[in-house]
């Protein structure tokens, strides 16, 4: 019974969160934390809410304490590399995520966060290919697909990427950055022929 009330609180937080109630979801969560102090998913949940809020030293204090409750908890160092990314640590971005794919080398999100992290720092060949290999391992993954699109449309290469870009479209019709820049892809194509 205390098991399902459990789940039952950590399925609202998540429903918070995935509704846009982040700073509901993170008020919940600290209520939460003191009930069930050794629950990583909750100090995951923590850090995820801090980080979209932009408190990145926060989140990571939480994602740090999932790790040292659960050393093998492989989304929690995603979400690090994705909090020192938004942060702009770069370095330290990569090396969490590295270590999410040398404990899941099929972790089809962290190599597209990685991915993301290359091309910040202007390393586009190491981008493209971590995105393709996000996308080999999740061949249905929107977010590695659109960026694959948007680093080759980068590159001058409009006929590719708006080929990518309409596969994702093709996935889902509504995606805003692949209408965006399936357009873009055919004004640059016109302009050339």
């Given at each position: 019974m205390e098991q399902e009330l459990k789940d039952q609180r950590i399925n609202h937080l998540i429903s918070l969160f995935t509704n846009g109630l982040v700073e509901e979801c993170l008020r919940e969560a600290q209520k939460l934390i003191k009930i069930y102090p050794g629950e990583p998913f909750i100090f995951n949940i923590i850090g995820i809410t801090n980080a979209s809020l932009g408190k990145f030293n926060d989140s990571i204090k939480n994602y740090q304490k999932a790790i040292s409750l659960n050393p093998s908890y492989?989304?929690?160092y995603n979400n690090i590399g994705v909090a020192y990314n938004g942060w702009k640590k770069h370095e330290k971005a990569i090396k969490y995520l590295d270590k999410a794919i040398n404990l899941n080398p099929a972790y089809a999100d962290a190599f597209n966060n990685r991915g993301n992290v290359y091309k910040e720092l202007g390393e586009n060949e190491d981008a493209i290919e971590d995105y393709e290999k996000a996308l080999q391992l999740n061949p249905?993954?929107?977010?590695?697909?659109?960026?694959?699109a948007s680093i080759l449309y980068d590159k001058g290469n409009f006929e590719q990427s708006g080929a990518f870009f309409q596969l994702a479209l093709d996935q889902n019709s509504n995606n805003v950055d692949a209408k965006f820049g399936l357009a873009n892809c055919l004004l640059e194509?016109?302009?050339i022929a």
């Open positions: 492989i989304e929690v249905k993954d929107i977010n590695a697909r659109v960026n694959l194509q016109d302009k």
